[in-house]
Structure formats: structure tokens, C-alpha cells
């Protein structure tokens, strides 16, 4: 049989070469007989055909071949068949033989131009195959490489879209799943092929994979308001055990309104990740509208703690300060919410918070300076101006000058015109008038019941250069502060200090310790025996020595509070010691250099008011040394003998002042230098700064010059007036430090 078929084969060559075609056919005939499925027997045969001119038959023979090469996979062979098929002449096919030639021929000239890299001319034949056999996935498939080739991923996305439909509903899942990866690689957005991979990734036991993809597809349908269909999504990626996926559904529930399924999905979320900081805010809006206002405030306090600047939880605690009547907790945020958004230059929201915190607080200053400094830095001069009059108003309406003078200026700065609607702006600096007047000048005061009568026309005031006939009422203006008047709109001054005191606590709760300390002085001299001011004082000082800015007596606020970030205790407490020992320093050297400058002796004068103070020293029963030991040597640069602090002399009667007290035990926590000293000096604490300063003696003895400063501070608490104050004044420190001085070694302070 063998032996025959290969004798058959030699003759239908040796035909086919000689050009005997009737002969050559019979032959090839005979060998597919012999074997139906000899394919290269039945492409022989076609050849045959088509030189005789029998173009049906030779067309179904290469058909034939060519589908039987392409089941085999053998590509090459097939299209090489295609290719002898496109010369085939059409006249003697029917009508479905002439489309698959035409089809043919298109596939043809495509495969030629894409070899030639014309890729426009192929994707316009394999375009043409696709509009006439549109089932024709292997040519879709070309389309679609062409497409990605030129760069058109929307139509090479399309074309793999439909290939790979095709390969799903046949079950070739393989094939299917890696056109629908190209798909979602050229068109994220591709949700149906998004939602086909999640399946089959699925399928093939990629879970991680497919919960990506319901993920996705989830997040998608919450963009567009669909939520239905994202909460079907993200339910196929529960199933596959996702984390995230309980988060999104609970954002899913929390847009349906569903807030108690949402809280319970959150939850189980955050058992995992417990600070995800969106969860948890999702978590506080659920307890927000389920009327739990503690626990979302908490909630929203937390996230803040984390991201200061998290305008979503800012927001959400302002609302509910507002819900709690807390309405100054509640401006506070929206102010902070305003700075929040200047700093990000996204004015239209500062402008909204900061209207939102003056609505529900229309005399808050801090609300109309940062409205103008957004006004200003928007260029709207004319809004500016306005925000900051009414800021001034408001400043004067509270009697707080130091603010409606600020923000006078500003006005001034901007827009001088709007002052002329405001006639009290010259009130303030009247009424600060009187100070300076009664201490400048207490002697003019006897001409000045004269005119008084005729102070009643008080606009006058500032016309009062025009009375030159009478320079001697020049004062006139003195009296003008309109003392009866003044208690119609200032407080008394009790009601000044109780307000000055909340300032100040107000202010160490920002940890502003120079302005708290400032309006505790003010309120001191107002009431200087009011022992709620006193205890507040004392606490700010030694909470200050002790590296602390705030008192204890501050109320904290119900949460907490976004603040910029702020230096420690301790870098505040060495910064401030810093600058005061630099600035004492500096005042040391300046004095070393006067005396330097001066005189080596004293003059006749200085010898005076130095006698007549160790006179009065002597007097008050304070021992002074009196053995010369360097006459006219300065204090400052000569090494002083041993200095002994003795306990309190037997022979000082037990009624007689003892203005130094022995040197008490100083507790381990408190600060002993000259600057805790100098401040407790400058507050008129004198008690204080002599103990530190007795202390500071006691551990180095050789301070000529601490010597000195305890001996001014017990003249003056001896005698605040001086016997023979008329005669001698106040001798300056500088002055006395220059002084020669008399030492004894020795010497025993009591």
C-alpha cells in the first residue's frame, strides 16, 4: 500500500510538471482516496485545478486544506493556501464561495501590509473582513493588535472586549481572561470587562486578584450614584473574604441612610485597621446622626489629634459644639477652619467659615481681623476696610482699646474714609488722656476748676489750639476726660480686672504666657487685694519656674482644640531663661563699661546719698560693715572676701524689721537664678527675689554686686518714702553700683 502510494505520488509530480493536468488530477484523486486527510495532497490537486481553469473546484480543495491546516495550528500552511485562494478568479463561485474569497483576499492583502508596516491600510482590510463576517474572531483579534500598534486603545479595547465575550460564552476561560487584562490595561473604566475578570480571576482561584476588581467596580458605582450596584459588587468581595471591602459597604450604607448597618460594618473594619482615619470619620458621622454626640466628638477629637489640618472632622465638631450650645467652642473651630483654608489659598471656604463663626458670635474681634486679613490678601481694600471698622466696633463695644486701636490702623491703612462714620474712634485715646496728666503735672490742677463749666461742649477738644489769647488754659484740655461721662460705657474697676483675668486664662490656654502675664499685671493694679487675681499670679509664676505654661486653674476645653504645633515647656522655659540671662548679660557689660568710663572716685554728691542710706541702714538696726578695706576700687571687677550668712542676731529686738530673712530650704523643682529674681522683682514680689538672691549669695559668696542689690531692695522696703525725701532722692542702681564701697570681711547680713 505504501509502496503504491509513493508510485502515485512520483506520477502525479511527474504530470503535474509536464503540464498534463487531466492526468495529474486523476492521480491526486487516486491519493486522496487513498487518505482524505492528506492535506497536502488536496492542495496539489487545488494547484491542478486552477491550471486547467476549474476555479469551484480548485477553491474547495484549498478550503479544504487550508481549515484542516488551521485546526492542525499550522498557521503558515493555511496562509499560504489563503494566499493561492485571493488569486482564485470569482466568476464561477456562488455567492457564498465568492463573500469567504473576498473575505480571504481582504485577510490576505491585510497580513501583507502589516508584514510591510502599513498599519493603516491593514486595519482598514481586516476592518472590512470584520464588516462582512463580524463572527470572524481571529481576524477581530488582528484588528484589535493593529489598533493598540497605532496607539487607539479605545478601539483596540472594543475589539478585544468582543474576543474575549466570545471566548467566555465558548468556555475558552484562559483565553477570555487574558483579553479582558488587555482590556482593563487600555480602559480602566471598562466596568463590564472589570466585572467579567473579577469573574474569572475568580474562577481560576485568584481571589486577591478578583476582590481588586469588585473593589474597583464598587468604587465606580459610588461616584456615580449607584449604589445598588456597588453594594452588589462589594458583597461578591466580602464573599471572597475582603477587609476593605467592609469599609466601602459601610460608605455604601451610610449614602442609603442606613446608619446602624453602616456603624456595625465600620466597626468590624476598624477591629482591623483601627486607624484608618476615613473609617473613622464615617464611623463619627454614623454616631452623629444617631444623636451620639459625645462619642462622635470624640471620634472627630481623634482624627484631629492625628491631621490638624482635617477640615471634614473640623467641620463635624463645630456642628456639634453647635448642637451642644457650646458656641464658643463652636466659633473656634470655624475659625480654625477659616485659618486652615487661608494657608491652603482656598478663600472662598475661609470666607464661609470665617462668616459661619461670626454668625453665631457678632462681637468676636479675632473673626472680623482674620475676615480682613483675607479681604486684604484677596485685594478687596473696600471689604477689608469694612471687616476691620467693625472689628473696631466691636473692640470698643467691649472696652478693649488695646484691639480697637489695631484694627483702627488697619483702617486707616486701607480706607481712611470709613473712619468718618465713626466719631467714638477718638474716645480711646481720650479717655487714656487723664494718666499721664494727673502724674505730669498735679500742680496745674488748682486752675483748673475754673474753666470745667465751660468744658460741657466736649467736641471742642480738638479745636483747643484756637484760643491763643490765654496760653495759661493751654492744661483746659487736661480736665476734658470727661470724667462724669466715662462711666456711662467703661466698666468698674472690678468689672475691668474680672475680665482681664479671663483674658489671661484664656490666653495660657493658647499657651500665650507673655500676654497672660501682661493682663495679670493690668488687673493687679485695677485690684490690687482681690486674692483670686493674687493666687492666679502667683500659680503663672511659678508655673513658669517650674517650666510650665499652663495653670492648672485653666479649664480645659470639652475636646480637643486644633492648634499649631508648639514648643515645649522645657525649650520655652530655656529659651526665656536665655534671653533674660542674655539681656542681664548685656546690662552688666554696658554698666562694667560706664564705670570703666567714669570717675575712679565718687563726687562730693554720691558721698552724700551713700552716707545718708548706711545711716539709714544703721537706723533700721541692719549691720553694715565699717572697716575700709579698698576705698575707691569698683565693685564689679574686685574679687569680694568670704561673705558668712549668720542666723538672726541675738540683740535685734523681736519687734524690730528683719527685711532679709535666713535663707530658706529651696525646693529641688524650683529654679534659683537671677532672672527668676529680676522677674519676681519687676512684679513687686520682693520677698521672693530677695530669698533667691540671698540664696544665690549664700552659694557664691564673692557677688559684690548681689551684695548691693539686696541692700537697694531693703532701703526701699524700709522706707518707701525715705525720712528726708525731699532732700535726698532715689539714687539710681547704676548709680550705686558705680560707688565705691567699703567692705569688711566678713560680714553677717541679718
Given at each position: 500500500m505504501a509502496d503504491d502510494k509513493k508510485l502515485i505520488v512520483k506520477t502525479a509530480y511527474m504530470y503535474f510538471q509536464e503540464g498534463r493536468w487531466d492526468k495529474a488530477i486523476g492521480e491526486f484523486k487516486r491519493l486522496v482516496a487513498l487518505d482524505p486527510e492528506d492535506l497536502s495532497a488536496r492542495n496539489m490537486l487545488a494547484d491542478a485545478y486552477g491550471k486547467k481553469g476549474l476555479m469551484k473546484e480548485a477553491y474547495e480543495e484549498y478550503a479544504y486544506a487550508a481549515e484542516g491546516y488551521n485546526k492542525r495550528a499550522e498557521g503558515e500552511k493555511s496562509h499560504a493556501i489563503y494566499k493561492k485562494m485571493a488569486k482564485l478568479e470569482v466568476g464561477n463561485l456562488d455567492a457564498a464561495q465568492q463573500k469567504k474569497q473576498r473575505v480571504i483576499s481582504l485577510m490576505v492583502r491585510g497580513d501583507s501590509a502589516n508584514e510591510q508596516g502599513n498599519y493603516e491600510e491593514a486595519a482598514a482590510a481586516f476592518q472590512e473582513v470584520v464588516n462582512i463576517d463580524p463572527e470572524n474572531w481571529d481576524v477581530v483579534a488582528k484588528l484589535a493588535e493593529l489598533f493598540a500598534r497605532m496607539g487607539k486603545n479605545k478601539e483596540a479595547a472594543a475589539q478585544y472586549f468582543a474576543v474575549a465575550k466570545s471566548y467566555q460564552e465558548i468556555r475558552l476561560f484562559k483565553k477570555a481572561l487574558v483579553l479582558f487584562q488587555k482590556v482593563v490595561e487600555m480602559e480602566p473604566s471598562n466596568v463590564d470587562a472589570r466585572l467579567s475578570l473579577g469573574d474569572l480571576l475568580a474562577r481560576?482561584?485568584?481571589?486577591?486578584?478578583?476582590?481588586?476588581?469588585?473593589?474597583?467596580?464598587?468604587?465606580?458605582?459610588?461616584?456615580?450614584?449607584?449604589?445598588?450596584?456597588?453594594?452588589?459588587?462589594?458583597?461578591?468581595?466580602?464573599?471572597?473574604?475582603?477587609?476593605?471591602?467592609?469599609?466601602?459597604?459601610?460608605?455604601?450604607?451610610?449614602?442609603?441612610?442606613?446608619?446602624?448597618?453602616?456603624?456595625?460594618?465600620?466597626?468590624?473594619?476598624?477591629?482591623?485597621k483601627a486607624s484608618h482615619v476615613q473609617a473613622q470619620f464615617s464611623l463619627g458621622v454614623c454616631l452623629l446622626h444617631k444623636g451620639s454626640l459625645d462619642e462622635a466628638l470624640a471620634i472627630f477629637g481623634k482624627i484631629v489629634g492625628k491631621q490638624a489640618d482635617h477640615v471634614d472632622a473640623l467641620e463635624k465638631m463645630a456642628e456639634i459644639y453647635q448642637k451642644k450650645g457650646a458656641v464658643k467652642d463652636a466659633v473656634a473651630q470655624h475659625l480654625s477652619l477659616g485659618q486652615i483654608f487661608i494657608g491652603q489659598r482656598i478663600m472662598d471656604r475661609a470666607e464661609v467659615s470665617i462668616r459661619r463663626a461670626l454668625d453665631l458670635d457678632q462681637q468676636n474681634i479675632d473673626g472680623y481681623k482674620k475676615l480682613g486679613e483675607l479681604f486684604e490678601m484677596r485685594g478687596m481694600k473696600q471689604e477689608a476696610g469694612q471687616a476691620y471698622l467693625d472689628g473696631m466696633k466691636s473692640a470698643q463695644a467691649q472696652n478693649i482699646s488695646a484691639e480697637a486701636a489695631i484694627c483702627e490702623q488697619k483702617v486707616k491703612a486701607i480706607n481712611p474714609a470709613l473712619l468718618g462714620v465713626s466719631a467714638p474712634v477718638a474716645e480711646p485715646a481720650a479717655a487714656a488722656a487723664p494718666a499721664p496728666v494727673v502724674a505730669a503735672a498735679p500742680v496745674a490742677a488748682a486752675p483748673a476748676p475754673a474753666p470745667?463749666?465751660?468744658?460741657?461742649?466736649?467736641?471742642?477738644?480738638?479745636?483747643?489750639?484756637?484760643?491763643?489769647?490765654?496760653?495759661?488754659?493751654?492744661?483746659?484740655?487736661?480736665?476734658?476726660?470727661?470724667?462724669?461721662?466715662?462711666?456711662?460705657?467703661?466698666?468698674?474697676?472690678?468689672?475691668?480686672?474680672?475680665?482681664?483675668?479671663?483674658?489671661?486664662?484664656?490666653?495660657?490656654?493658647?499657651?500665650?504666657?507673655?500676654?497672660?502675664?501682661?493682663?495679670?499685671?493690668?488687673?493687679?493694679?485695677?485690684?490690687?487685694?482681690?486674692?483670686?487675681?493674687?493666687?492666679?499670679?502667683?500659680?503663672?509664676?511659678?508655673?513658669y519656674a517650674k517650666g510650665v505654661t499652663t495653670p492648672k486653674a485653666a479649664a480645659p476645653t470639652p475636646a480637643p482644640v486644633p492648634k499649631a504645633p508648639v514648643e515645649s515647656a522645657v525649650d520655652m522655659e530655656a529659651r526665656i531663661r536665655g534671653q533674660v540671662e542674655q539681656?542681664?548679660?548685656?546690662?552688666?557689660?554696658?554698666?562694667?563699661?560706664?564705670?570703666?568710663?567714669?570717675?575712679?572716685?565718687?563726687?562730693?554728691?554720691?558721698?552724700?546719698?551713700?552716707?545718708?542710706?548706711?545711716?539709714?541702714?544703721?537706723?533700721?538696726?541692719?549691720?553694715?560693715?565699717?572697716?575700709?578695706?579698698?576705698?575707691?576700687?569698683?565693685?564689679?571687677?574686685?574679687?569680694?572676701?568670704?561673705?558668712?550668712?549668720?542666723?538672726?542676731?541675738?540683740?535685734?529686738?523681736?519687734?524690730?524689721?528683719?527685711?532679709?530673712?535666713?535663707?530658706?530650704?529651696?525646693?529641688?523643682?524650683?529654679?534659683?537664678?537671677?532672672?527668676?529674681?529680676?522677674?519676681?522683682?519687676?512684679?513687686?514680689?520682693?520677698?521672693?527675689?530677695?530669698?533667691?538672691?540671698?540664696?544665690?549669695?549664700?552659694?557664691?559668696?564673692?557677688?559684690?554686686?548681689?551684695?548691693?542689690?539686696?541692700?537697694?531692695?531693703?532701703?526701699k522696703r524700709l522706707f518707701p518714702s525715705g525720712p528726708r525725701a525731699s532732700a535726698a532722692p532715689v539714687?539710681?542702681?547704676?548709680?550705686?553700683?558705680?560707688?565705691?564701697?567699703?567692705?569688711?570681711?566678713?560680714?553677717?547680713?541679718?
Open positions: 481560576e482561584g485568584q481571589e486577591l486578584e478578583a476582590r481588586k476588581e469588585f473593589q474597583a467596580v464598587a468604587e465606580y458605582f459610588i461616584t456615580q450614584d449607584q449604589l445598588d450596584k456597588a453594594q452588589q459588587c462589594i458583597q461578591k468581595a466580602i464573599q471572597l473574604k475582603s477587609i476593605d471591602a467592609h469599609y466601602l459597604l459601610g460608605e455604601i450604607l451610610i449614602k442609603k441612610g442606613q446608619f446602624d448597618e453602616a456603624r456595625t460594618e465600620l466597626e468590624a473594619f476598624l477591629k482591623i470745667v463749666p465751660a468744658a460741657a461742649a466736649a467736641p471742642i477738644v480738638p479745636v483747643a489750639p484756637v484760643s491763643a489769647a490765654a496760653p495759661v488754659q493751654a492744661p483746659v484740655p487736661k480736665p476734658v476726660a470727661v470724667a462724669p461721662a466715662k462711666p456711662k460705657t467703661a466698666l468698674s474697676p472690678e468689672q475691668q480686672a474680672k475680665r482681664l483675668l479671663s483674658m489671661a486664662q484664656s490666653a495660657l490656654r493658647q499657651n500665650l504666657y507673655d500676654e497672660a502675664v501682661d493682663f495679670l499685671q493690668q488687673a493687679q493694679r485695677l485690684m490690687p487685694e482681690d486674692q483670686e487675681i493674687k493666687a492666679a499670679y502667683q500659680q503663672v509664676l511659678r508655673g539681656e542681664m548679660k548685656e546690662r552688666m557689660e554696658r554698666e562694667i563699661s560706664a564705670k570703666a568710663a567714669a570717675p575712679s572716685g565718687p563726687s562730693e554728691e554720691e558721698k552724700r546719698i551713700m552716707e545718708e542710706t548706711r545711716r539709714q541702714i544703721v537706723e533700721a538696726n541692719v549691720a553694715v560693715p565699717q572697716e575700709p578695706v579698698f576705698e575707691s576700687m569698683p565693685v564689679a571687677p574686685t574679687p569680694a572676701p568670704e561673705v558668712v550668712l549668720a542666723q538672726p542676731a541675738p540683740s535685734i529686738p523681736a519687734a524690730a524689721p528683719v527685711p532679709v530673712q535666713p535663707a530658706k530650704q529651696v525646693q529641688e523643682d524650683e529654679h534659683i537664678t537671677e532672672t527668676m529674681a529680676e522677674l519676681y522683682l519687676s512684679q513687686g514680689h520682693e520677698d521672693e527675689a530677695l530669698r533667691i538672691l540671698t540664696e544665690i549669695l549664700r552659694k557664691d559668696p564673692a557677688r559684690g554686686d548681689l551684695r548691693l542689690k539686696i541692700s537697694e531692695i531693703q532701703t539714687v539710681p542702681p547704676a548709680a550705686v553700683a558705680a560707688a565705691p564701697v567699703r567692705v569688711k570681711p566678713r560680714v553677717s547680713y541679718v
